[in-house]
């Protein structure tokens, strides 16, 4: 019996967790990536080479190209497991990380952000 417990846990366990994006981001810092990218130095295939294609990529007005690079982590909510309770109260927690890169015309990084903030989704029967 204690072993049919301990399995039941530990799935409740592996089933919590969830993550997606760019998996090279899951362990970057802001003065991780500042050591990678220089501004006016680092090339597109550079970074492309570091953090591979980006998630998404958009333009400015005056042409510039922006790359974004996203990884979330998140852990589901311990209310999430517990019958009643769950309809209403559940969702995950956990951590968001975004690279975002711009280039000038010439293909070299002219500006890049690192930004790391803690999201908190619900996703409850009654909101």
């Keep these: 019996m204690k072993k049919i417990i301990i399995l039941i846990c530990s799935l409740f366990l592996v089933s919590g967790c969830a993550s997606t994006g760019n998996k090279v981001l899951k362990n970057e810092t802001s003065s991780a990536v500042a050591a990678k990218i220089t501004k006016g130095v680092t090339t597109k295939e550079q970074v492309r080479g570091m953090y591979g294609d980006p998630m998404t990529t958009s333009f400015t007005d005056s042409g510039k190209e922006i790359w974004k690079y996203e ?3 998140t852990h589901a909510k311990a209310t999430n497991f ?8 559940s969702g995950a927690k956990g951590t968001k990380k975004e690279l975002v890169i ?4 010439n293909g070299i990084v002219k500006n890049y952000s690192m930004s790391s903030s803690k999201v908190d989704t619900d996703t409850s029967l009654f909101q």
């Design 82 to 89: 517990i019958p009643l309770v769950s309809m209403f109260n």
């Design 71 to 73: 990884f979330v982590k």
């Design 102 to 105: 711009m280039f000038d015309d």
